[in-house]
């Protein structure tokens, strides 16, 4: 049998060289597409973290206000339990507190701001 013509191989060539560029082009098309929702995606997620960084802070800002407040009216109350005429060690060791985590409590009085860290306030052995 005779081999095909040239020309029928140039044109089958040809096509197959068409699917193949446009099989790339379409697998091109989709990696593109899907690289932007994976930039959209990461955009949404930092932006969601940097959001709640933001509220956390706010929020521990808002903790520490509250826990100063508190602090102050704990010292208010050391204040009259002083004023009761009992000693500063007696209302210390009323109160679990060593004394001088007692003396932090008392500049709060004074309109100043309190010292006290959460754990300075462990019981004195």
Not at 71 to 84: C, H, K, N, P, S
Not at 96 to 103: D, H, R, V
């Amino acid at each position: 049998m005779a081999s095909p013509r040239k020309s029928a191989q140039q044109v089958a060539a040809r096509e197959k060289a068409r699917q193949k560029a446009a099989e790339f082009t379409a697998r091109h098309e989709e990696l593109i597409e899907l690289a932007a929702k994976f930039i959209e995606f990461d955009d949404t997620a930092d932006n969601t973290e940097a959001a709640a960084r933001e509220k956390a802070d706010r929020i521990i800002e808002q903790g520490k206000a509250d826990a100063e407040a508190a602090r102050q009216d704990a010292g208010q109350v050391i204040a009259q339990m002083l004023e009761t005429g009992e000693s500063k060690s007696s209302v210390a060791a009323r109160l679990g507190l060593s004394p001088a985590a007692l003396k932090k409590y008392l500049p709060a009085l004074h309109g100043g701001t309190t010292s006290v860290a959460p754990d300075a306030e462990a019981v004195a052995s």
